[in-house]
């Protein structure tokens, strides 16, 4: 196994609680701004996460290193080792097997990769709610976590709601997320310090990283870091992939690809000398704040930094949106000042006796109502252009008018301006470049992820998936991979 990462230096995540070290740390310029200004560097990221230093290392030189050029579309990758899952928001979900009709892979095979992978991450959010079926995850999950203070009220309110209204199609559930409530594996379960946007000292949350210990206990198993592929190409039987920059070569019969979809589509590509558009899947998405009028006042207190309730709302025929809510304790105030139509001075008089009774939430919408497209330029460079379909414009403000109304019902006021709808690729979930197909033809892959037209060479990361529906995504891409492993291990291919 190769991947890309150099020597990473950016700051460790705290390890004291979040309000504590507000207050009175002298320190924590280190980890909020950074010591070369990473935080005030990166003002216009689309995501709190890409602007930490504690994170720096995982976002930094992706589309560089990988030639991946954009118009309109939001490219956000990592070279780091774990890559993406260093700074995921860790929200994962199964797709049921009617999401998979028409998919042409045994559906009882992912399931059962579903669990295995599940089971070795560690999910919590087991709690026999509204969306237990949504999510199908609670039989291989930890308990919830706590929730905090607005969140308890949010969700008595709704199941008063519920009772009057029991199909309304909003549905409100504890978010299953992969962190941990209860030691796993030399990991301990969250504690709330409230850190979690700069990173866990207890590695409660998930990342691939932790997953190198153990595999380095198999004798067959080795890792090269620094190794940035930048081509591969077939002699004697065998695929070798090259670096850019050394004069490594790895060879083997089977090569796998899981370097990001957009990396690993423009090497795959260019192995192929396609040039024309291949689509690629990106979910819309959008982000607001709550504002629960009876919590004003509400003492502010450490607790859980990633989704806490999470929901799903049909919006017109075959068209559900998914998305969660936060805290809004452990985000710095300067993510929601500079949103305001006010100068800061009074936009952080009023956000001081305001935040702590606020909620923020995401998000996202179905893959197919993206239109991007990907392709490879004469200069080797990938190209991402990003669009919507015409129909997802429409989608977006039946979604803003219907969550108005639902959280409205249960004492919380969607903010007026707040709902913002992010670009194409704001919502860094990027499949489907080469769906897998039962016959694939240029352009496709089979059902374990092997590329038409380079026998041995397999796609395990997004840009085999056919489809990416509002769900977190990046289980399914795991436990694809998973299935594809355990079959090319097994059958002995
Ligand atoms: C802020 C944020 C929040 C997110 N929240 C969620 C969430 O809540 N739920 C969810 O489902 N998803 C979420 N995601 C998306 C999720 O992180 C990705 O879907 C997932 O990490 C993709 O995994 P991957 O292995 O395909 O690619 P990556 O995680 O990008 O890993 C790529 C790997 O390839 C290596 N690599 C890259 N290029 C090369 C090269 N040229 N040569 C050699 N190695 C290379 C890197 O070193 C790295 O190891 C989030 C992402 C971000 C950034």
New binding site residues.
């Given amino acids: 196994m190769?991947?890309?990462?150099c020597a990473a230096d950016s700051p460790a995540a705290p390890d004291s609680p979040y309000i504590l070290n507000r207050e009175s740390n002298e320190q924590q310029w280190k980890w909020m701004i950074g010591e070369r200004f990473h935080a005030l560097e990166k003002l216009e990221a689309?995501?709190?996460?890409?602007r930490t230093p504690t994170?720096a290392y995982?976002?930094e030189n992706?589309d560089t290193?990988?030639l991946i050029r954009s118009e309109d579309f939001i490219v956000?990758?990592?070279?780091?080792?774990?890559?993406?899952?260093?700074?995921?928001?860790?929200?994962?979900?199964r797709l049921s097997a009617s999401e998979f009709s028409g998919l042409p892979i045994p559906y009882e095979e992912m399931e059962k990769s579903y669990e295995t992978v599940s089971r070795r991450m560690g999910i919590s959010g087991n709690a026999d709610d509204d969306l237990s079926d949504y999510f199908g995850l609670d039989e291989w999950s930890q308990p919830a976590l706590p929730l905090d203070k607005l969140h308890q009220r949010l969700y008595q309110n709704y199941s008063k709601l519920q009772a009057r209204l029991p199909k309304s199609g909003f549905r409100l559930g504890r978010s299953r997320?992969?962190v941990l409530s209860k030691d796993l594996d030399g990991r301990k379960a969250c504690d709330s310090l409230g850190n979690c946007l700069w990173g866990c000292h207890n590695q409660s949350l998930y990342s691939?990283?932790q997953e190198l210990a153990k595999l380095k206990q198999y004798p067959g198993f080795q890792h090269i870091?620094g190794?940035?592929?930048?081509d591969f190409f077939k002699s004697d039987d065998l695929w070798t992939?090259t670096?850019k920059h050394t004069t490594q070569e790895f060879s083997g019969r089977r090569l796998l690809l899981?370097?990001?979809?957009l990396?690993?589509t423009r090497?795959t590509l260019k192995r192929l000398g396609h040039t024309s558009p291949l689509p690629l899947l990106s979910s819309p998405t959008a982000a607001f704040l709550l504002w629960l009028p009876k919590m004003l006042g509400t003492p502010r207190v450490s607790t859980f930094g990633?989704?806490q309730l999470s929901f799903a709302l049909d919006l017109v025929p075959g068209v559900t949106a998914f998305g969660?809510t936060f805290s809004t304790t452990g985000l710095p105030v300067s993510e929601f000042a500079s949103r305001l139509p006010m100068s800061k001075r009074y936009s952080i008089e009023l956000l001081k006796n305001l935040l702590s009774s606020c909620l923020v939430g995401n998000l996202f919408l179905p893959g197919q109502l993206s239109e991007n497209t990907v392709a490879l330029g004469d200069n080797g460079a990938l190209l991402v252009k990003g669009k919507e379909r015409e129909e997802t414009a429409t989608i977006m403000k039946i979604a803003q008018k219907k969550l108005r109304k639902y959280y409205f019902k249960m004492g919380a006021l969607l903010m007026p301006m707040s709902f913002s709808i992010g670009k194409p690729g704001a919502?860094?979930?990027?499949?489907g470049t080469f769906p897998m197909h039962s016959t694939p033809q240029v352009g496709q892959t089979d059902i374990l992820g092997e590329v038409a037209g380079l026998p041995g060479v397999h796609l395990?990361?997004?840009?085999c998936l056919p489809k990416i529906t509002e769900?977190?995504?990046?289980?399914?891409?795991?436990a694809n991979?998973d299935r594809i492993g355990r079959k090319l291990a097994l059958e002995q291919y």
């Fill in positions: 190769v991947d890309a990462q689309v995501s709190p996460k890409l994170h995982v976002f992706y290193a990988n956000v990758g990592s070279l780091a080792t774990g890559g993406l899952s260093n700074a995921w928001g860790c929200g994962v979900a997320v992969a691939a990283s870091q190794m940035l592929v930048h992939v670096d899981a370097a990001g979809t990396a690993s090497l990633l989704g969660s919502d860094i979930h990027y499949a395990i990361d997004g840009s769900k977190s995504h990046t289980l399914t891409i795991m991979a």
